[in-house]
């Protein structure tokens, strides 16, 4: 199976509330991304937390890596319509020496004003 | 403007017919993609090149054909299309090797996409 899968699948939400996405993989791992994909746009970068990391914060964004656990969540803060998109998370493993990365099936947010 | 840029924007042709689909990034990267999404948006990885040179290729039909030209370009090249290839293929870069960080060398650009339509 996909080495990256998200939870929840779908998340409806209010403005202001906190959204939290979770991602579960199955190798090792060099490090975790998460991207955003608004409808019908190519994927945009978020945040890149390292193996060695165990959380990080980008604005109103908050990454965890629980590598006992083989995973990871999303945190975004006090959520805006704008903020509607579907979340990936991203698996960077090596492949002959080079990065690849494995994607989860995505979290579809929904966030209403 | 600095970015990944994909030709065409969408794509619908007949089975059996053979198309390209082209992209090319201004960023300086070393390192592009070829990733292709399904209708469940599941993104999978098909093709990688870091500096003209093939480094990553999944397991995919031998139908699809990746061709870099410069490290620039990464064009693809799909023969005998089937019902089965409709999805959106998107082209992503990396800056790879001619960065000092993960956060640098592996973060990646993707491009808008392409909607190919098998008919």
């Known amino acids: 199976s996909q080495q990256g899968e998200e939870d929840p699948q779908a998340l409806s939400i209010q403005e202001g509330e906190n959204a939290t996405m979770n991602c579960s993989y199955k190798t090792s791992i060099n490090n975790l991304q998460w991207y955003r994909q608004n409808s019908g746009r190519g994927l945009v970068h978020l945040i890149l937390?390292?193996?060695?990391?165990r959380e990080k914060h980008s604005g109103r964004l908050r990454v965890t890596l629980d590598t006992s656990k083989k995973s990871s969540s999303l945190l975004i803060t006090a959520s805006r319509a704008a903020d509607t998109a579907s979340y990936f998370c991203a698996t960077g493993l090596s492949s002959g020496g080079y990065n690849k990365l494995i994607f989860g099936a995505g979290t579809r947010l929904a966030v209403h004003p | 403007d600095t970015a990944v840029s994909q030709t065409p924007k969408y794509l619908v042709t007949q089975m059996g017919n053979d198309k390209s689909i082209k992209c090319e990034q201004n960023?300086?990267?070393?390192?592009m993609y070829w990733y292709k999404q399904d209708s469940k948006k599941f993104l999978k990885i098909m093709f990688s090149?870091?500096?003209?040179?093939?480094?990553i290729n999944e397991t995919v039909p031998n139908r699809f054909s990746p061709k870099s030209p410069d490290k620039a370009h990464l064009n693809l090249h799909i023969n005998s299309l089937e019902l089965g290839d409709s999805a959106v293929y998107f082209c992503?870069?990396?800056?790879?090797?001619?960065?000092?960080?993960?956060?640098?060398?592996?973060?990646?650009?993707f491009g808008p996409g392409t909607r190919l339509t098998v008919l």
């Open positions: 937390i390292r193996s060695n990391e």
């Open positions: 090149y870091n500096n003209k040179e093939l480094i």
């Open positions: 992503a870069s990396s800056p790879g090797t001619s960065g000092a960080k993960p956060e640098t060398t592996d973060t990646q650009y």
């Open positions: 960023l300086g990267h070393d390192t």
